[in-house]
């Protein structure tokens, strides 16, 4: 009972970690494209161009925090995940001691 109950949980929490690193990953890329982007805009002369890096840089930004909320909310999520592994880990070493105090009576 124990045993398909870990071997879930264990499953969700990799799955959950593995999509944390990804967001993380999104949000790196953001903020890099935003920082180029920024960097474009205050070395331009034209008016209309250093508007427009500037969007595409505030643009940038948003989906940067967009993805580091999303990965945060991931990582919650496998830390959850993690502790209820743990704790069916525990129960299942309790049932397996117990089960050897059992056999070794009988």
Do not use: C, F, P
């Not at 071997?7 to 993380?24: H, I, L, N, S, T």
């Not at 034209?46 to 500037?54: C, E, H, I, L, Q």
């Not at 940067?64 to 909320?69: D, K, L, V, Y």
Request: charged share 40%; net charge positive; proline share 0%.
């Amino acid at each position: 009972m124990y045993r398909g109950q870990l071997e879930r949980k264990r499953k969700q929490r990799v799955d959950a970690e593995r999509k944390a690193g990804e967001y993380r990953a999104k949000e790196s890329k953001h903020r890099t494209d935003a920082a180029k982007a920024a960097q474009a805009a205050s070395k331009t002369k034209s008016v209309a161009t250093m508007n427009s890096k500037r969007r595409e840089a505030d643009r940038r930004e948003k989906d940067a925090a967009t993805a580091g909320a999303e990965a945060a909310r991931w990582q919650s999520r496998a830390s959850g995940y993690a502790r209820e592994e743990a704790s069916i880990a525990s129960k299942l070493a309790r049932r397996a001691r117990g089960a050897g105090r059992h056999s070794a009576s009988g």
